[in-house]
Antibody, heavy 118, light 107 residues
Framework: EVQLVESGGVVVQPGGSLRLSCAAS????????MHWVRQAPEKGLEWVSL????????YYADSVKGRFTISRDNSKNSLYLQMNSLRTEDTALYYC???????????WGQGTMVTVSS | DIQMTQSPSSLSASVGDRVTITCRAS??????LNWYQQKPGKAPKLLIY???SLQSGVPSRFSGSGSGTDFTLTISSLQPEDFATYYC?????????FGQGTKLEIK
C-alpha cells in the first residue's frame, strides 16, 4: 500500500524549533519530488516547500524561507522539515505529499499538527 | 508570485445538479493547474492534474478544462459524496499556490 506517515508535531513556544518527519512506503521514494503543505485551523491549503528526488534542489514559500529547511534521506525513505524561529502563524496541520510527476500531489499523509503558542 | 482566485467561495447545490467551479490565475500558468477535493478531517484528494487529466480512480463525472489563466472544474451530476471543499493549485512556478477553496454544500 502506498502510504505517507507524518510525525513530530507538538506544541512549541514562539521562537522554538521542531523537526517533522514523513515516512514513505509502497513506492520507490527516490524517484519522486516531495512536498510539504500546511493548513491552518479552519483555513485553506498553503504550499510550504519541495525537494527534488535527489535533494539537489529545494524551494520554499516566502513565509518560511530562511526559517524552514526541507531534506530527505532516500536510504530511509524519509522526508523531513526542520522548522526554526517558529511563529504563532506557523500553527497548522502539516502534510507531506508525493509529486505525481506532473507537478500534482497524488499521495498525501494524514498530517501532523504543529501548535506554536506560549 | 502567482495568485489563484476561485469562485464562488461557497455553493449550494442538489444531488444530480451540474456544478462548475472557476479558478483564475494572476498570470499565465499554461496547463499547470490541479484540482483537489477535501472532506472534513481528511487529507486532500487529487481529482484533476494538468488542467484536464483525470486522476486514476476518480469518477468520470469530474472534468477539468482551461489553459493560460482561466480554468474550470465541472461535476456533471452531483452525488452525495461530492459535498466537500475544492481547491485549485498552480504548479507552474514556485512558490506554488492554492486557491482559497470552494465549499460545496447540500441545498
Amino acid at each position: 500500500e502506498v502510504q505517507l506517515v507524518e510525525s513530530g508535531g507538538v506544541v512549541v513556544q514562539p521562537g522554538g524549533s521542531l523537526r517533522l518527519s514523513c515516512a514513505a512506503s509502497g513506492f520507490t521514494f527516490d524517484d519522486y519530488t516531495m512536498h510539504w503543505v500546511r493548513q491552518a485551523p479552519e483555513k485553506g491549503l498553503e504550499w510550504v516547500s519541495l525537494i527534488t528526488w535527489d535533494g539537489g534542489s529545494t524551494y520554499y514559500a516566502d513565509s518560511v524561507k530562511g526559517r524552514f529547511t526541507i531534506s530527505r534521506d532516500n536510504s530511509k525513505n524519509s522526508l523531513y522539515l526542520q522548522m526554526n524561529s517558529l511563529r504563532t502563524e506557523d500553527t497548522a496541520l502539516y502534510y507531506c505529499a508525493k509529486d505525481l510527476g506532473y507537478r500534482a500531489f497524488d499521495i498525501w499523509g494524514q498530517g501532523t499538527m504543529v501548535t506554536v503558542s506560549s | 508570485d502567482i495568485q489563484m482566485t476561485q469562485s464562488p467561495s461557497s455553493l449550494s447545490a442538489s444531488v444530480g445538479d451540474r456544478v462548475t467551479i472557476t479558478c483564475r490565475a494572476s498570470q499565465s500558468i499554461s496547463s499547470h493547474l490541479n484540482w483537489y477535493q477535501q472532506k472534513p478531517g481528511k487529507a486532500p484528494k487529487l481529482l484533476i492534474y494538468a488542467a484536464s487529466s483525470l486522476q486514476s480512480g476518480v469518477p468520470s463525472r469530474f472534468s477539468g478544462s482551461g489553459s493560460g489563466t482561466d480554468f474550470t472544474l465541472t461535476i456533471s451530476s452531483l452525488q452525495p459524496e461530492d459535498f466537500a471543499t475544492y481547491y485549485c493549485h498552480q504548479s507552474y512556478s514556485t512558490p506554488q499556490s492554492f486557491g482559497q477553496g470552494t465549499k460545496l454544500e447540500i441545498k
